[in-house]
T-cell receptor, first 112, second 115 residues
């Protein structure tokens, strides 16, 4: 299988509990942020995004929080399910620029 | 069925050989990207293209080449000059303009192994 999860920080969560995955971003000028989910052997899948003029955005079972003061982003997953097991990573971008900076990721393990 | 396709899923290459990875998208996106992913590391940008017949080097372009002759296609060639080519390669695309245009969408990836 895909080995992208090796050597990553791991978060183990009981099925049904809420998960919080954190990300520190690097560039204070970044104004657009994305969370991706990557399952073993697959390409990253878009989950949710947020722009810097917001500090919270909700999707289906997921919430992203943005704290620009400390350059911190978090992804909250409600009622975590076994299918949520994957590597999650954040990405930051300055609007209009082509280059996106990706974090190294956090591996989420859901315990049935 | 719209999206980004990459082929093959797995590719094996002997040292000293060039190999080309395919990336096709039918999303009508202008911009396309190639990334390399190694265990425990973030995605690293190899090349990107904002428009047909134009492409730019990313952070780790040495040993790679690309072409963008058609809007929907952005093949990546891994040359024998690439010293450590074994990795998972990801292609992405993005709308150039408009609402939601900052988001990159990824293909399923190609795992290249050099024997």
């Amino acid at each position: 299988g895909e080995s992208v999860g090796l050597h990553l920080p791991t978060l183990s969560v009981q099925e049904g509990d809420n998960s919080i995955i954190n990300c520190a971003y690097s560039n204070s000028a970044s104004d657009y942020f994305i969370w991706y989910k990557q399952e073993s052997g697959k390409g990253p899948q878009f989950i949710i995004d947020i722009r810097s003029n917001m500090d919270k955005r909700q999707g289906q079972r997921v919430t992203v929080l943005l704290n620009k003061t400390v350059k911190h982003l978090s992804l909250q997953i409600a009622a975590t399910q076994p299918g949520d097991s994957a590597v999650y990573f954040c990405a930051e971008n300055i609007g209009g620029y082509q280059k996106v900076t990706f974090g190294t990721g956090t591996k989420l393990q859901v315990i049935p | 069925d719209g999206g980004i396709t990459q082929s093959p899923k797995y590719l094996f290459r002997k040292e000293g050989q060039n190999v080309t990875l395919s990336c096709e998208q039918n999303l009508n996106h202008d911009a396309m990207y190639w990334y390399r992913q190694d265990p425990g590391q973030g995605l690293r940008l190899i090349y990107y293209s904002q428009i047909v017949n134009d492409f730019q080097k990313g952070d780790i372009a040495e040993g790679y080449s690309v072409s963008r002759e058609k809007k929907e296609s952005f093949p990546l060639t891994v040359t024998s000059a690439q010293k450590n080519p074994t990795a998972f390669y990801l292609c992405a695309s993005r709308e150039q303009w408009g609402v939601g245009s900052d988001t990159q969408y990824f293909g399923p990836g190609t795992r290249l192994t050099v024997l």
